[in-house]
């Protein structure tokens, strides 16, 4: 096996021909791969031969390669089990076999419910001046106390962050107040949905029934519905843990640390079933041993996601530079390559394991560009430069 095929596979997230950071772009970072979805596509509906072979077409005439595909959404009904659950994961496998047609092997979700990953603030200024991704316990607290008034919160949170969020609120301008709502109530990714709070009331109340067990449950249906195809079609599954990992919003949260994910890969015992091993979202939570995980779950792991993040006491945190915050980016790198030997050594799972930087800082030119929050392209090249370096670092060549 050629050495370079034992490395990482550096990609990058690209959101598509309207994003600000082009094809041309990702090209001069390095990055051989792309990760990327068919965005125009409401959730639920088949993606089709045709729409993927175009957007194929258009990231290989960039001298690129469609390594991932973040994501294919899960419909709403999936998760909360209803009746319409089994017509949305036919339209999954369908997807998943004409992504299969055109090459593309790699699929990362998540079972996160309504929201995808959930921030505060898109721009708090770090001490050099860059910009980051926060998330704010006390922030979060107050617009779910006040602002959505959500009655459960009252009793979920503790009168000491009662009496802080009410205080925070106090001290916000109405447009800020405003930026707040809009910036937690943002949908998915790729998306310039923003929920108001009248429909995302009525989602709560499409799970009012809906707990961690019923919701593990569903997830387990819909593996038992397209793992079958997705192992016929050579096809590997990576769910993304939650972010944050930890329940909000009166939401039920199922990928948050080892025990969720080793209930979702023996939910179906197949090698497509597997995990998108994401640093940030996991190193959020400080009981999660990120190396430790890593190395028992690591031969299930199909795609990483790799970032750092500086949390605080009271269960905020924030983006951190990629090699800097609260978890040691070299012991997971250790921890990654290691699982990388073992691979060579076996002849088993995929041994280029595609890797992204993720959630990158708004520095220098960036802030000049009007890019979608966390995927500036400087700040990202600057995450994939650091890990490129400690990658080779580590191998020693």
Not at 58 to 79: C, R
Not at 87 to 93: D, F, G, M, S
Not at 163 to 179: H, T, W
Not at 369 to 375: A, E, K, L, S, V
Request: net charge negative.
């Amino acid at each position: 096996m050629n050495k370079n095929d034992q490395k990482l596979e550096q990609t990058f997230r690209w959101f598509g021909p309207a994003d600000e950071v082009t094809l041309a772009d990702i090209k001069q970072t390095g990055a051989t791969g792309i990760v990327t979805a068919l965005h125009q596509i409401p959730c639920g509906d088949v993606w089709t031969e045709a729409d993927i072979m175009e957007r194929k077409k258009m990231i290989e005439d960039a001298g690129l390669t469609w390594s991932v595909v973040e994501s294919v959404n899960i419909h709403e009904s999936i998760k909360t089990g209803t009746a319409e659950r089994d017509l949305y994961i036919e339209h999954y496998k369908i997807s998943l076999k004409n992504l299969s047609k055109a090459g593309i092997n790699v699929v990362c979700y998540n079972f996160m419910p309504v929201l995808d990953w959930t921030r505060t603030h898109l721009r708090f200024t770090l001490p050099d001046k860059a910009v980051a991704l926060r998330y704010d316990a006390i922030a979060l607290a107050a617009f779910d106390l006040y602002i959505l008034k959500r009655l459960e919160a009252f009793t979920e949170f503790s009168e000491d962050v009662q009496q802080r969020a009410k205080a925070y609120l106090a001290n916000l301008k109405d447009d800020e107040v405003k930026l707040l709502t809009e910036t937690i109530m943002a949908g998915l990714p790729g998306t310039d949905e923003v929920f108001t709070i009248p429909e995302f009331n009525e989602h709560l109340e499409k799970y009012s029934k809906v707990d961690k067990t019923v919701l593990r449950e569903n997830l387990a249906y819909f593996l038992k519905g397209i793992i079958p195809t997705a192992e016929a079609e050579g096809i590997k599954m990576c769910i993304h843990p939650d972010d944050p990992p930890f329940p909000i919003l009166g939401l039920p949260r199922i990928v948050c640390d080892e025990e969720d994910l080793q209930f979702i890969v023996d939910a179906v015992d197949s090698d497509s079933n597997g995990i998108t091993f994401c640093t940030g979202s996991l190193g959020a939570n400080p009981a999660n041993d990120l190396p430790a995980m890593i190395e028992r779950l690591g031969h299930k792991v199909h795609f990483w996601h790799l970032r750092n993040v500086q949390r605080e006491v009271d269960g905020s945190f924030y983006e951190a530079p990629h090699l800097e915050g609260s978890n040691s980016m070299y012991a997971i790198m250790k921890a990654v390559v290691n699982e990388q030997e073992k691979r060579v050594a076996s002849g088993k799972g995929i041994v280029n394991i595609p890797m992204r930087p993720d959630h990158g800082h708004l520095i220098l030119d960036d802030f000049n560009r009007n890019t979608y929050p966390g995927y500036s392209v400087i700040g990202r090249l600057k995450g994939l430069a650091e890990l490129r370096g400690l990658e080779l670092g580590i191998r020693g060549n």
